[in-house]
């Protein structure tokens, strides 16, 4: 009986592609492999008082994960205890102090653009023009320059916060931080840090305008007045219910959390910015000789900073009646925002836009887990 050869592969038919060197095989990466691609992940704020967000990104103070991250930034959560708010412990977090120089940049820069936009020469070297013929004001530059610095706003102001609303919250003025704080959206201390390195960053803005239009011979557009035609009353009123009507919008487009079924986290800065134009457009002609509503307490502290403490009128000129530099009514501008927010936040903290079940737990919508490429849960920080 013969016995079975061993079995022996056919031949293949050779090709073309058969000298060609074999593909490399990838081999499956190990988590020791991936630990360094991990580390690269997105980390959203989580901050009760990020303008634009309508909350999305808040966290549930019940949920057992976010209790790390809660006791280093309590404004995580909507809705803090009176205790949580005034903790010292946020000036110890390295993050909260990074976030603080950010809104400093973006101060800086937003104030910087915003001038330069709306610079024109002093009062006492180039008066406003006065009104002639059938169109009135309408004809003029006091009303064309609003209308353009108005229609500006909008894109300015979007685009800011969309870029440093995922950084810090996307306030870049005073005025919006402190009406956060009143509101419990913010704790003492992002709200002393997020202040302090905005008004530097608007005392920096003032001297780099003063640096590009080489002098201090120039006016703002918001932050101007004649003392010749404009009271402290009328600027007082002006400013204040400006900014209670800002902050009423604002609020309820970019930090209720009830509008983001509505329109949505994204379409929320570009409302923003309409509300900031409307409300720039329609203080700048209710008064004769006033610039309008600053709305934005480090805006006009950089125009007083660069125009050398002076909010329209530089220097002395009898023959218009200036006896000289107008800046002693700066503190209208800090002032006014303040007590809007104050009387915002009564109305605010009596119709809150959450609601509490029995137990008195705040209802917040918990953030999403996140997975990271191996199928961890990702840790924030």
Partial sequence: MASKEPHQARPQPTSASSSLPPEPKLDRCTTEQYEDY??????????????????????????????????????????????????????????????ALMEGVGAMALCYLTILFGASPALNVQPLPVPTGPAGIFGTAAFLGPLVGALAN???????????????????????????????LTTFPRMVLYVGFQTAGATLAGLLVRGSLDGTEWKAGGCFFDPNMVSVRQMFTVEFSACLVL??????????????????????????GFVVGVVALATALAVPGHGGAGSN????????????????????????????????????????????????????LLVPPWSTAGTGAVEVKKAKRQLDAIGRQVTQV
């Fill in 38 to 99: 991990v580390r690269l992940r997105s980390t959203p704020l989580h901050y009760a008082g990020r303008l634009g967000g309508n909350q999305e990104f808040v966290l549930d103070p019940s949920d057992p994960d976010a209790q790390s991250i809660l006791s280093k930034y309590p404004d995580a959560a909507p809705w803090m205890s009176h205790r949580a708010i005034w903790s010292l412990t946020g000036f110890k977090q390295p993050t909260l102090w990074k976030a």
């Fill in 154 to 184: 909008i894109p300015i102001i979007s685009l800011f916060i969309f870029t440093f609303g995922p950084l810090t919250g996307g306030h870049l003025n005073p005025f919006i931080t402190f009406a956060t704080f009143c509101c419990r």
């Fill in 247 to 272: 902050v009423f919008l604002a609020f309820g487009i970019g930090l209720d959390p009830r509008q983001a079924g509505t329109f949505g986290p994204a379409l929320a800065p570009i409302l923003v």
């Fill in 297 to 348: 307490p480090g805006r006009c502290f950089a125009v007083w900073v660069g125009t050398g403490k002076s909010l329209g009128v530089t220097a002395p000129n009898s023959e218009l009646g200036y006896d000289g530099p107008n800046g002693d009514r700066l503190w209208i501008y800090w002032v006014a925002p303040i007590a809007a927010s104050m009387c915002h936040a009564v109305f605010y």
